[in-house]
Structures are given as structure tokens and as C-alpha cells.
């Protein structure tokens, strides 16, 4: 399987990249964010609001699956859009993705000091300022700022031991998710799943559009086909295992949440989950093995991302669209160092933002990843009808009708974060996110272009030459 025109090293089996999709959807928001998916929606609402999510995704995996067996290059959605699509779709499809990715990295970076408090309440000192009504603490950002240095560091130095770490945690956090239903069943009430509807659509929707952000991290798995040492059918049948599993895991977190606190004590909750696994076993220790469940979570998750990330980002430098020494591989690692560093600067200063940045980055890094979606399902349809004789060692039955519901899915999602849709993106933050990234990625574009001759200033009055990739 060797591929000598490759400039990475074939290094990730399939338990590998098993574990770096399914630990970066699990992550960390199961464990701060459940309580609120179930009093928002209810308990079968908020189930509801992530089967709806997970049959977005399911239809949006099948075209991933597809195109990552025929096209097991570095980048993912980049490859697939710009062969489909071209140069200007590619970049609108990737550079929104690397945002999905990057809302995560910096998510997590805020989430870690979250989870800290929980087990040392009084570890934070040192005020330095108030960002929407929470209090910035000195010891707080140091937690996120110096965890996300650690991440970065182990990244620069290569896939393989990212994996490695990602396989033993995700295994540690899938036996404590085990333990905490198997409790959940069989002390939990189902007294306390009422109401099992709370805002009716509006309430399953609040939830359904945070779906596609804890969804995210099966599409890790094509950004770095390029280091997978196995079969092009094999990685297309492994994508869709991780959003199964996905699914099945958030179903029951939920379902164990939900036996385990009544809606009273779910007001009253800090970390609903790890608050539900003290019910359920009567111990606080159990709830402190839920919290080192989550801290793990936002290992995995935070690891998967940079891996992610990291690889879109070279693969958008490699093809101009973004500066060229973004493209660099470490000539020993055969890592993209400087990408890395540069979604490692985003998640060390993530949290000096505070807290309240957990839901703007679930919010508006859920929008780019729908619109990502939507165009690779696009793209899919694209090539499944001007490329019908490309190879395709995993063909999925009825493609057409497939891409086309991924296609209708998706857009009804994005659909959701408009103004005036009932889970509209809140401005001015949400929305601040959104508009700075694009101004961002126009300001690299232009540089790229400048820099390799592609665009002239203006006081030139000469054509823009057509991209070598168009």
C-alpha cells in the first residue's frame, strides 16, 4: 500500500484511525453539555434532537466513506471539492471546515480549566477581567493555555504517538461510559425522565443544532488519509463505524442522564453527568471518575483536531489558497508543524475569553461544519455524475439518492442557525466568530496569491492569471 509520490509516513492502522474519529466526537461536551441538552429539549426530546443530528450525519459519512476510499489524499474535503468543484468552492468548503476543527481545539482548551474547577473548586486566583458576565481568572487561563501547549507539542512530534495516547484513553473513556449506563439502568428511575418533551420543536431544535459540532471527527479520518497503512475499501467501512458508535454513545449518555436526575436535579447540577454518575453509584468518587472520563475526552477530542486541522490547513498552502510556509513538513516528523502551530496559537489563546466561549464555539463552529457538509455531499453528487467510471474501491448502493438527502440535510441544518430560525446564531458573538474567520481566510488567500504571483495591486491594471488549479 505503499505510495512513493506521498510525503507522509504510513504509519496509522485501522485501530488508529478508529480512535481518532470516535475520541474526537466523543470529546468533552457529553459531560458539560448533557444537562443542558435535556432540559432544553427534555429527555426523549434531546435523543430525538441527536438521532435527527446523527441521520444527518449518517448520510453525510456515506459520502465521505465514498470519496475518502476513491481519493486517500491528504486534506479530505479539499480534495474531494476541488476536483469536483474547484479551486474557488474548494476553498469555501475547506476553509469553513478548518473552522469546525478549530471550534473544537479552542473548545476544549476552555472546557479542560472548566472541569479543573469542578474537582478544585477554589483553584482559581488572580482576577484580571469580566467577559459577558463571567470573571477571568489568571490560574483559569493558565490551565487551558499550558494543556493546549502540551497538545501542540505532542502533535509536532509526530501522528503515531498522538495515536497512541488517542487508542488508550478513548478505550479508558468508552469502560467509564459502560460502567455509567449499566448504573444508570439499573438504579436510575424512569420517573426522572419526565417531561419527556420540554419546547416541543423548538426545544428539539435548540438541541439538533449543536449536534452537528459533537458529531464532527469522522471526517478526521480523510485529512489524514495519506498516513493510513491499509486498504482504500477499509477506511470507508471504518468511517461509518465511528458514527455509529457516535450515535449509540450519545443516545446513552443522555438516556443515563436523564434515569439519574430528576428535572429539579438537573437545574441544580453542575456537570449533570458526573453529577448523575454520583446518583447512580451513591459515591462521589464515582462522580470524580466520571470528571477524569471527561478530562480524557478533551484529550482525545483536542488530539483528533490538531491531526485534523493540521491537515487541511497544508493541504489548502499546498494548493496556494493559503501562505506557502504553512505547507512545511518536518523534514524528520513528516508532520505539518507550522499548521500545527498555528491552530495551537488559537487554542492557547482561547481562553482568555472565558467561559461563556464554550456555546459561542458550539454554535459557530457548528455552522461552518454543515456548510462543509454540504458541499462535499455536493461534490459527491457532482463526480458520481461527470466521473461515473473513476475508481471507487467502496461504492455505496443508491449514491445519487444518498447524496442528495445528505445534500437536503445539511442545508436544513444550516437553515437552522439563520436569523430568525428557531436556534438562530446569537449576535454579536456567534456571529463575530463566523465574519472574523472569513475576513481571516480572505486576508491569507490574498497573501498567498500575492506571494506566488497570482494577483497583482491593483495600480497594475493587469488581468489576474487563472489559477494553475481551476
Same mark, same amino acid.
Given at each position: 500500500?505503499?505510495?512513493?509520490?506521498?510525503?507522509?509516513?504510513?504509519?496509522?492502522?485501522?485501530?488508529?484511525?478508529?480512535?481518532?474519529?470516535?475520541?474526537?466526537?466523543?470529546?468533552?461536551?457529553?459531560?458539560?453539555?448533557?444537562?443542558?441538552?435535556?432540559?432544553?429539549?427534555?429527555?426523549?426530546?434531546?435523543?430525538?434532537?441527536?438521532?435527527?443530528?446523527?441521520?444527518?450525519?449518517?448520510?453525510?459519512?456515506?459520502?465521505?466513506?465514498?470519496?475518502?476510499?476513491?481519493?486517500?489524499?491528504?486534506?479530505?474535503?479539499?480534495?474531494?471539492?476541488?476536483?469536483?468543484?474547484?479551486?474557488?468552492?474548494?476553498?469555501?468548503?475547506?476553509?469553513?471546515?478548518?473552522?469546525?476543527?478549530?471550534?473544537?481545539?479552542?473548545?476544549?482548551?476552555?472546557?479542560?480549566?472548566?472541569?479543573?474547577?469542578?474537582?478544585?473548586?477554589?483553584?482559581?486566583?488572580?482576577?484580571?477581567?469580566?467577559?459577558?458576565?463571567?470573571?477571568?481568572?489568571?490560574?483559569?487561563?493558565?490551565?487551558?493555555?499550558?494543556?493546549?501547549?502540551?497538545?501542540?507539542?505532542?502533535?509536532?512530534?509526530?501522528?503515531?504517538?498522538?495515536?497512541?495516547?488517542?487508542?488508550?484513553?478513548?478505550?479508558?473513556?468508552?469502560?467509564?461510559?459502560?460502567?455509567?449506563?449499566?448504573?444508570?439502568?439499573?438504579? $436510575?428511575?424512569?420517573?426522572?425522565?419526565?417531561?419527556?418533551?420540554?419546547?416541543?420543536?423548538?426545544?428539539?431544535?435548540?438541541?439538533?443544532?449543536?449536534?452537528?459540532?459533537?458529531?464532527? $471527527?469522522?471526517?478526521?479520518?480523510?485529512?489524514?488519509?495519506?498516513?493510513?497503512?491499509?486498504?482504500?475499501?477499509?477506511?470507508?467501512?471504518?468511517?461509518?463505524?465511528?458514527?455509529?458508535?457516535?450515535?449509540?454513545?450519545?443516545?446513552?449518555?443522555?438516556?443515563?442522564?436523564?434515569?439519574?436526575?430528576?428535572?429539579?436535579?438537573?437545574?441544580?447540577?453542575?456537570?449533570?453527568?458526573?453529577?448523575?454518575?454520583?446518583?447512580?453509584?451513591?459515591?462521589?468518587?464515582?462522580?470524580?471518575?466520571?470528571?477524569?472520563?471527561?478530562?480524557?475526552?478533551?484529550?482525545?477530542?483536542?488530539?483528533?483536531?490538531?491531526?485534523?486541522?493540521?491537515?487541511?490547513?497544508?493541504?489548502?498552502?499546498?494548493? $496556494?489558497?493559503?501562505?506557502?510556509?504553512?505547507?512545511?513538513?518536518?523534514?524528520?516528523?513528516?508532520?505539518?508543524?507550522?499548521?500545527?502551530?498555528?491552530?495551537?496559537?488559537?487554542?492557547?489563546?482561547?481562553?482568555?475569553?472565558?467561559?461563556?466561549?464554550?456555546?459561542?464555539?458550539?454554535?459557530?463552529?457548528?455552522?461552518?461544519?454543515?456548510?462543509?457538509?454540504?458541499?462535499?455531499?455536493?461534490?459527491?453528487?457532482?463526480?458520481?455524475?461527470?466521473?461515473?467510471?473513476?475508481?471507487?474501491?467502496?461504492?455505496?448502493?443508491?449514491?445519487?439518492?444518498?447524496?442528495?438527502?445528505?445534500?437536503?440535510?445539511?442545508?436544513?441544518?444550516?437553515?437552522?442557525?439563520?436569523?430568525?430560525?428557531?436556534?438562530?446564531?446569537?449576535?454579536?458573538?456567534?456571529?463575530?466568530?463566523?465574519?472574523?474567520?472569513?475576513?481571516?481566510?480572505?486576508?491569507?488567500?490574498?497573501?498567498?496569491?500575492?506571494?506566488?504571483?497570482?494577483?497583482?495591486?491593483?495600480?497594475?491594471?493587469?488581468?489576474?492569471?487563472?489559477?494553475?488549479?481551476?
Amino acid at each position: 500500500m505503499a505510495d512513493e509520490t506521498s510525503k507522509f509516513k504510513k504509519v496509522l492502522s485501522s485501530r488508529d484511525i478508529l480512535a481518532l474519529a470516535f475520541g474526537a466526537m466523543i470529546g468533552w461536551g457529553w459531560v458539560v453539555l448533557a444537562g443542558g441538552w435535556v432540559s432544553k429539549a427534555g429527555s426523549l426530546g434531546a435523543m430525538l434532537a441527536f438521532a435527527l443530528g446523527g441521520v444527518m450525519v449518517i448520510f453525510v459519512g456515506l459520502t465521505y466513506a465514498e470519496l475518502t476510499a476513491a481519493m486517500p489524499k491528504c486534506g479530505g474535503e479539499h480534495v474531494f471539492s476541488h476536483r469536483a468543484l474547484g479551486y474557488n468552492v474548494s476553498f469555501v468548503c475547506t476553509w469553513a471546515i478548518v473552522l469546525g476543527y478549530v471550534s473544537v481545539v479552542a473548545f476544549e482548551a476552555v472546557a479542560l480549566p472548566t472541569v479543573i474547577e469542578y474537582l478544585f473548586p477554589d483553584y482559581k486566583q488572580g482576577l484580571m477581567y469580566n467577559v459577558a458576565g463571567w470573571d477571568v481568572y489568571l490560574t483559569w487561563v493558565l490551565v487551558g493555555s499550558l494543556a493546549s501547549i502540551a497538545v501542540t507539542t505532542l502533535n509536532y512530534f509526530g501522528v503515531k504517538p498522538a495515536a497512541l495516547v488517542q487508542g488508550v484513553v478513548t478505550i479508558l473513556i468508552a469502560l467509564v461510559g459502560i460502567a455509567f449506563l449499566g448504573g444508570a439502568l439499573t438504579n $436510575g428511575e424512569t420517573a426522572n425522565m419526565t417531561p419527556l418533551f420540554i419546547d416541543g420543536t423548538k426545544g428539539i431544535f435548540a438541541v439538533a443544532i449543536m449536534t452537528p459540532f459533537m458529531y464532527v $471527527g469522522f471526517d478526521v479520518i480523510p485529512q489524514a488519509a495519506e498516513e493510513i497503512d491499509m486498504p482504500p475499501a477499509k477506511i470507508g467501512k471504518i468511517l461509518l463505524l465511528s458514527v455509529v458508535m457516535a450515535i449509540v454513545w450519545y443516545a446513552a449518555i443522555i438516556l443515563g442522564v436523564s434515569l439519574a436526575l430528576d428535572h429539579a436535579g438537573l437545574q441544580g447540577a453542575k456537570l449533570a453527568t458526573a453529577d448523575s454518575m454520583q446518583a447512580v453509584f451513591s459515591s462521589p468518587l464515582a462522580a470524580k471518575v466520571m470528571i477524569i472520563a471527561g478530562i480524557g475526552g478533551i484529550l482525545t477530542s483536542w488530539n483528533s483536531f490538531f491531526v485534523g486541522g493540521s491537515r487541511a490547513i497544508y493541504a489548502m498552502a499546498d494548493s $496556494g489558497m493559503l501562505p506557502r510556509f504553512l505547507a512545511f513538513l518536518h523534514p524528520k516528523y513528516k508532520t505539518p508543524t507550522n499548521a500545527i502551530l498555528m491552530i495551537g496559537l488559537f487554542s492557547s489563546l482561547a481562553p482568555l475569553c472565558g467561559r461563556k466561549m464554550l456555546v459561542w464555539l458550539v454554535d459557530a463552529g457548528g455552522l461552518a461544519i454543515v456548510i462543509s457538509y454540504f458541499l462535499v455531499a455536493l461534490s459527491f453528487l457532482v463526480l458520481r455524475i461527470r466521473e461515473p467510471e473513476m475508481p471507487r474501491p467502496y461504492r455505496i448502493k443508491a449514491g445519487k439518492t444518498v447524496g442528495v438527502i445528505a445534500m437536503v440535510l445539511s442545508f436544513g441544518m444550516a437553515m437552522l442557525y439563520m436569523p430568525g430560525a428557531p436556534a438562530a446564531l446569537a449576535w454579536p458573538h456567534e456571529w463575530a466568530i463566523m465574519l472574523g474567520w472569513w475576513v481571516l481566510g480572505g486576508v491569507l488567500l490574498l497573501w498567498a496569491k500575492l506571494a506566488s504571483g497570482t494577483v497583482h495591486l491593483p495600480e497594475t491594471l493587469e488581468p489576474e492569471p487563472a489559477s494553475e488549479l481551476e
